[in-house]
């Protein structure tokens, strides 16, 4: 599988030119379509709400019909479709009483925060299967790919990673005989110790020494865990009436980071067809330089914290100089902190499976870098990956950027 993520934009507008150019140039042989028509405000590409159990989700028939009608004609034109279901995160405002509660940001959710689900919110494992269950139903497609099924990471603090802190945590955890109060206090302390700056640096040490925490951590594991295997449970009886050939993927996050948002691919990978791990670039060149320089503190430079967050992840050295981006795209602040090597330090996360799970990495396209791009791919050929799921933006999808990026995807 080579894929590539189909923007709303291309199925709206222009699809057969970029059907075209995609068959022509590129060796892309696969679309991920998204469960929602562009933005978070817009509704689920559903032809009613039947199959939604009464939720409060608006749904989109229009755009369903334009969506089944592209489907179709990329079958035509030999490609293959995948519906790309985003069961916990970006969840629509009308569900932001699931969003986790985290110990940062406020609570409740901003207008413009994304709507991240607590998977231990009932309200969330039924609209997860009630979602991928009406897709399966509705989508004439033998592929689905479940994303961001963890907990949530949000770009601009250590705070917004600690979560979830809901009545429904509580009571699960009380059920395991785990005083959830006792880690929100511990957290509370800590990112409150951080934000002053009395941590110095023992910062790391406090965070990754913690019984309590890695109490904590494994306590979320376990949870994602219960949450995954009910959606897809649910997912697979629907295909066994609906779609009997359904393949079903997940994309886990960096795989050196996986304990950190929830996520055990030993316990999950047997419930899927395939896996496909994220080499994100906007974890050096976002994330992990807001973080430092949150726990650094403002005007304080974050050089050693930034190295240690990539010690932990093992993401090896950062750049010598951050090179800001050239093309301003989502979050991303600088160009020049992921390169091929991220790939190889990450292998020995995923060895153990390499023979248990066909696997399709996750790569980006960052500001037309396609050389750098070009040594991604390589890489993975390298390491024996016959395929991968590619984020371009919609750029790089004119017909003269995919004609300059022949040979290289
Ligand atoms: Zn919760």
Known sequence: MKAVFFYWSFIAADTERVLDDLARWTNIDTLLICQREGSEEAGMMLPDAGALGGLPVPIAPAAFERTMAVIELARTKGFAVAGHVNPLY??????????????????????????????????????????????????????MEINHVEYPMYGDSLGGYANCFCDHCYARAAAQGIDLGAIERLLTTLLGQLNRGALADRWLDELTGSPLLAQWLAFRTGSV???????????????????????????????????????????????????????????????????????????NDSTAQRQALRDLLDLGPQPPQYEPMKIAMEEMLYCNTADPSTIDRQMPYLSHLREKTAMYPWLWLYDRDLELLRRKVQTLERHGFDGYCLWLWPEDMTGSALQEARGIF
């Not at 110990?103 to 709507?115: G, K, S």
């Open 90 to 143: 970006g969840c629509p405002k009308t569900l932001r009483h699931l969003n986790c509660r985290s110990l940062a940001p406020a609570q409740p959710p901003a207008d413009n925060d994304v709507i991240w689900a607590c998977p231990h919110h009932p309200e969330a494992v039924s609209y997860g299967q009630a979602v991928t269950r009406a897709l399966i139903e509705a989508w004439p497609v033998d592929l």
């Open 225 to 299: 865990t219960q949450y995954v295997e009910t959606i897809v449970a649910a997912a697979r009886a629907a295909a066994a009436t609906h779609r009997p050939n359904l393949k079903i993927g997940l994309d886990p996050f960096l795989p050196s980071a996986l304990q950190l948002v929830g996520i055990d691919l030993a316990a999950l990978h047997p419930l899927f067809d395939w896996l496909a791990p994220k080499f994100p670039d906007y974890l050096t060149g976002w994330m992990i330089p807001n973080i430092a320089d949150w726990i650094a503190g403002p005007g």
